[in-house]
């Protein structure tokens, strides 16, 4: 792909002021949800509530009947941008051995990218550990568990190495994994967060990504283990 990585209007609303009259409630409260998911990708979760509302052309009190604190419709957007965009196949995807690790790594990062890329992803997830609210703390426990402790095991079984059930998982070989992952990451950062140009071939920057892993867990893994602090 090209460029997978436009800008989305970052304030706007998606219904007119006479629109908004006419909404059903399951209307109105996905107006609250997607005005509430611009707002915090521009200025975080430091942002209040009753500016929230007066962009969506709202009384804060019509907010507070659809969402009675700024903790649930933060949990509303958590769910809406992170868990939504979970695709479950990626699960069995890793452990996959009809194909080769480094494809099948290639191909999750591919389509992950696809998947969050974009401006109200990386922003939110930066003002979340900013600003200490939980989505950092569970949304990367969904990618240790599912994503970086198989990648672990299936480079033991790449490399012939004993497996986690004989050996567990070591802090160093885990790091090693978050390092790819964060190799990813940090390329959305840089466009997102820093407004710095990016490669415009992702798929193409992906690839050598993981080659570039690939190759140096297979020069350092054995001797990790070797020296295994648990």
């Not at 609250?32 to 969506?56: P, S």
């Not at 809406?80 to 995807?93: K, P």
């Not at 990386?122 to 550990?129: A, C, E, N, P």
């Not at 198989?150 to 050996?167: D, Y």
Request: net charge neutral.
């Amino acid at each position: 792909m090209d460029d997978p990585l436009p800008v989305p209007d970052q304030g706007a609303t998606k219904t007119s002021k006479d629109r908004r009259k006419r909404m059903n409630p399951s209307e109105r409260e996905a107006l609250i949800v997607d005005g509430a998911i611009g707002f915090f990708a521009e200025y975080g979760f430091e942002g209040k509530t009753r500016d929230l509302a007066k962009r969506l052309g709202i009384t804060q009190p019509l907010l507070y009947r659809y969402f009675p604190s700024k903790e649930s419709l933060i949990e509303r957007v958590y769910q809406e941008i992170y868990l939504q965009r979970w695709n479950s196949e990626w699960e069995s995807l890793i452990p996959d051995r009809n194909r080769p690790l480094a494809d099948r790594l290639t191909t999750f990062y591919r389509q992950y990218a696809r998947a969050v890329y974009d401006f109200v992803w990386v922003r939110i997830f930066l003002y979340s550990g900013l600003k200490g609210v939980d989505i950092n703390d569970r949304y990367l426990a969904i990618i240790k568990d599912k994503i970086l402790v198989p990648v672990c095991r299936e480079l033991r079984h790449e490399h012939g190495l004993p497996s986690m059930e004989k050996v567990p998982i070591t802090s160093e070989e885990l790091e090693l994994v978050w390092g790819l992952h964060g190799m990813f990451f940090y390329r959305a950062v840089r466009h997102f967060a820093y407004g710095l140009p990016i490669a415009k071939n992702i798929d193409r920057a992906i690839e050598n990504d993981v080659r570039i892993f690939v190759t140096g867990a297979r020069a350092i893994h054995g001797s990790m283990l070797e020296n295994a602090d648990g």
